[in-house]
């Protein structure tokens, strides 16, 4: 099976919803929404069930499209921030990428330690352009009027590489979404050289898609990452000095890759310096999306 087959195979669980339309909102009423850590396998060769993770996962498929069809319109952008799929292969992993796509908005999906599936950003980005953005080394442009910029109307999409994609113009208001994948930091247990090496080669991804937003003449960033840029109770790390150090303002961090109480209690949330940063793995969100814009 090709990267381009928009495969068939599913699994008939937690698909029962799938041909229910989208809340019709209009584009005048657009907002920007991040929920990461979905982890589907609607593939039939892939076993991954959730629900062994406990009672929080039980159905979490059924339930994250019943609340994202609830409040996500289709004129509406959600960042994926990784652990998308179980898939080893893009080919098994395109039942899970054809569900998120029938799902109402845009979307801009990031890379998930558990994306193991995740290869050839070219192809990607051919299987569903301006539908389905994935991002790596470059940013994407949201374009709204300054009128709206409190509730976020008017988004149109397009990727930033070195030049900009979407001008501003006058009077309007220009938003980057930003980021990658992230890593694990220094004093986690089990953390070596090699971890090293992926926290630095992670670094200048995020330092390439902030300078792609500057270049495309982003007002601000909203940074999406999968792990935590920093974890308690120090509160810092080479992410957040980045981040909160960039010329062009980064006003929101939004990332994933926690689970359970306890881990949920260790990632940075709420007010650091001018930036906000929010937890949005999906368990922590009870499987809603969170609106950020």
């Not at 809340?23 to 005048?28: D, R, Y």
């Not at 902030?210 to 960033?221: K, N, P, R, S, V």
Request: proline fraction near 6%.
């Amino acid at each position: 099976m090709s990267l381009m087959t928009r495969s068939s195979m599913t699994k008939s669980r937690s698909r029962s919803m799938s041909s229910l339309p989208g809340n019709e909102k209009t584009g005048n009423n657009s907002r920007l929404f991040a929920i990461g850590d979905l982890h589907l396998s609607f593939s039939n060769l892939i076993d991954k069930p959730m629900d062994v993770f406990g009672a929080a996962w039980h159905d979490h498929t059924a339930r994250l499209e019943a609340a994202w069809r609830e409040d996500v319109a289709p004129g509406d952008t959600v960042i994926v921030l990784g652990d998308i799929s179980w898939a080893l292969k893009t080919e098994d992993a395109m039942p899970d990428l054809e569900w998120i796509h029938a799902l109402p908005g845009r979307k801009i999906l990031l890379r998930g330690n558990h994306d193991l599936w995740w290869h050839g950003i070219t192809n990607l980005n051919t299987l569903w352009p301006g539908e389905m953005i994935f991002l790596q080394n470059n940013c994407v442009m949201l374009d709204r009027p300054a009128a709206a910029r409190a509730t976020v109307a008017s988004v149109d999409i397009g990727i930033a590489e070195g030049v900009p994609s979407l001008p501003a113009g006058e009077g309007s208001s220009c938003i980057a979404v930003c980021g990658s994948r992230g890593w694990g930091l220094p004093g986690l247990e089990d953390y070596g050289k090699d971890d090293e090496k992926i926290l630095a080669r992670e670094l200048i991804r995020i330092r390439m898609s902030f300078e792609a937003a500057t270049l495309a003449g982003a007002d601000a960033i909203v940074c999406a990452l999968h792990f935590p840029p920093a974890i308690g109770p120090a509160f810092e790390s080479s992410f957040t000095e980045l981040i909160e150090s960039w010329p062009t303002p980064v006003t929101q961090v939004v990332y994933g890759h926690l689970h359970t109480p306890s881990a949920f209690r260790k990632g940075l949330q709420g007010e650091h310096g001018s930036v906000r940063y929010s937890l949005a793995s999906a368990d922590y969100l009870g499987f809603k999306p969170l609106r950020i814009l």
